[in-house]
């Protein structure tokens, strides 16, 4: 079977985005399937029209040149990436498109796909328009949201199937009036083999950073105001005032970094909070090594309380005790007290007495981990997530498609 996604970006680019996009392809193409590659214009310039990555092929679009343009540069977007899919279907002759949010690239795989008679599905990571909130450029009682509101309702009525990442999603979806059996959940996981369990120091890397004995609270990812990071920055006076050995580590970069920086030098932080910037992919695990806990302070927000993060999963595989906001996408993933621990989101107090208590009671910490490691050992592999799409393609698919989920020869595009 051949399988045309259609993401908005991919590596180099590093995000929570594409590393869930280069997990479910690997596990495709492990079961046999057949993968094709395009990225949208968001990918930003290339030196080609397509890059070897992990040893994929992804196929690049032109950013537009009205991209910057309000409303006619997101249609010059879905005009290119339409006319960029065309060509691929045209080329690689696939069974069925699958597209990625955000809706933009619903769209442009919807148009592409009826044009050549293709079956498309959509999978939805989250709400353009909630994100756009965040990032502030748009309003909940804005134009701009509701036409983005709008596009999604449009995309998911359209495709052949939709594929939340998370009951808040789907559920929002099913509010809205979309008929529940539409959707199936292809929920974040992790592949816990790629993770070392309990992993020791990196010693060299802790003791270039000043870090050799002293006990870390630690965030990896990227620095959005959603992340709550600046709370986090609030909470630590009073953190420290009980734990003045305690170190936080931020690893990553994004809008909010000069935020973060110009608190922290406001509170006078800078000697227990380190903020070394992005680093590249490969060291990320040495830098995650030295975190005794994470912490992930989301803030309550419609974006946060109905998507799942990734990277709370990703820390409960390496058997590392989480503190993470009551949102609801944590709520989804996190038991308190059972496999990680739960504090008030938004509440800079609430997180301090957690933070606190957690690092009073490190014999606490073993038990968090075991149970992090086995839920996501049972409930959050990627090998059951990509099967959840069987039922969904095999429909589509119809005559077409065997038991062993692969297509006989003869079918509709050979």
Known sequence: MKVLHVFDHSLPLQSGYTFR??????????????????????????????????????????????????????????????????????????????????????????????????????????????????????????????????????????????????????????????PAQKFTVIPNAVDSKQFVFQPPRDTALAASLGLSGEPVLGFIGSFYAYEGLVDLIHALPAVLRHLPRLRVLLVGGGPTMPEVQALVAQLGLAANVLLPGRVPHAEVDRYASLIDVFCFPRRRLRLTELVTPLKPLEAMAMGRPVLASDVGGHRELIRDRVTGRLFPAGDPDALAAAIVDLFDHPEDWAALGVAGRRYVEHHRRWSASVAAYVPAYAALLGEHFDSSLKVRSGMRHA
């Open 21 to 178: 996009s280069l997990a479910l392809l690997r596990e495709q193409r492990r079961r046999g399937w057949h993968t094709v590659h395009v990225t949208s214009g968001k990918q930003g310039p290339t030196e080609s029209d397509a890059d070897f990555i992990d040893s994929l092929v992804f196929h690049r679009t032109s950013p537009p040149a009205l991209r910057a343009v309000p409303v006619l540069g997101q249609w010059a977007q879905v005009r290119a990436l339409e006319t960029r899919v065309r060509a691929l279907i045209d080329q690689h002759r696939p069974d069925l498109v699958h597209a990625h949010s955000p809706a933009l690239n619903g769209l442009a795989a919807l148009r592409a796909a009826r044009a050549c008679g293709v079956p498309v599905v959509y999978e939805i990571r989250a709400f353009w328009e909630d994100a756009a909130v965040d990032h502030g450029t748009a309003r909940e009682d804005g134009w701009r949201y509701r036409l983005g509101r709008a596009l999604e309702n449009h995309v998911v009525s359209k495709v052949d199937a939709v594929f939340p990442i998370c009951d808040g999603l789907r559920d929002d979806l099913i509010a809205r009036g979309h």
